[in-house]
């Protein structure tokens, strides 16, 4: 158990719909990364919140948008939803999110799996 | 685009055989990340090289950076069914001078027969 809480763990829903996906970060843990995994692209960094503030992007889809919030849990939400949406969302934790150089250990949550029908 | 390739992709082996991980890429990482993932699980760090031509051991597992840090290799001694996952690769790039991303390789699927 890796401290990272993530919910829910399964999600039905249908083309053209918007959901949340929420995930608690390790006691202590200020940074929250957002990934996603799918076959065809692997797993994909999406975006980064560091004590509430957005610290870094990668590949996130302008229907896509996160938010961390001040008890530093945070929230990814996905609208306008595709099939090709599909995929395992994973959420992440550090410590201090990698400043100063330091390269924090992201601890991963056991993920949310979207299904797009 | 994919900047770091693994191989092989998938691996089937028996018990205590030894193998061999790669993750190649063109681009030069400040460290890189072994990970391994097991079914609906998230990914759990092994290790992190930080040096060029670094080789730092955990038990039966043996990671190398290369010297010009664009590639890593794993090696596995003696597998053991518990070793059975998805490994996976992630280079650190240092982003905007104020944190670090990680870059995950297309992943080597293992399986260890008992």
């Known amino acids: 158990d890796s401290g990272v809480t993530q919910t829910p763990k399964h999600l039905i829903t249908a083309t053209g719909q918007r959901v949340t996906l929420r995930c608690s970060p390790r006691?202590?843990?200020?940074?929250v990364y957002w990934y996603q995994q799918s076959l065809d692209q692997g797993l994909q960094f999406l975006i980064q919140?560091?004590?509430?503030?957005?610290?870094a992007k990668g590949n996130i889809l302008e229907r896509f948008s996160a938010q961390q919030f001040p008890d530093l849990h945070s929230e990814l939400n996905l609208s306008s939803l595709e099939l090709g949406d599909s995929a395992l969302y994973f959420c992440?934790?550090?410590?201090?999110?990698?400043?100063?150089?330091?390269?924090?250990?992201?601890?991963f949550g056991p993920g949310t799996r979207l299904t797009v029908l | 685009t994919q900047l770091l390739e693994q191989s092989p992709q998938f691996l089937s082996i028996q018990e205590g055989e030894n193998l061999t991980v790669y993750c190649n890429s063109s681009?030069?990482?400040?460290?890189l990340q072994w990970y391994r993932q097991e079914p609906g699980e998230g990914p759990v760090l092994l290790v992190t090289?930080?040096?060029?031509?670094e080789v730092k051991k955990l038990k039966r597992l043996t990671f190398q950076f290369g010297d010009a840090r664009k590639d890593s290799s794993l090696h596995i001694t003696a597998a053991q069914p518990g070793d059975t996952g998805l490994y996976l690769c992630?280079?650190?790039?240092?982003?905007?001078?104020?944190?670090?991303?990680?870059?995950f390789g297309t992943g080597t699927l293992l399986a260890v027969q008992p």
């Open positions: 992630a280079g650190v790039r240092r982003y905007g001078g104020a944190t670090n991303k990680l870059i």
């Open positions: 919140y560091y004590n509430g503030e957005e610290r």
């Open positions: 681009s030069v990482f400040s460290s």
């Open positions: 992440a934790s550090s410590p201090r999110g990698g400043l100063a150089g330091y390269t924090d250990t992201q601890y």
């Open positions: 006691s202590g843990d200020l940074s």
């Open positions: 090289v930080v040096t060029g031509g």
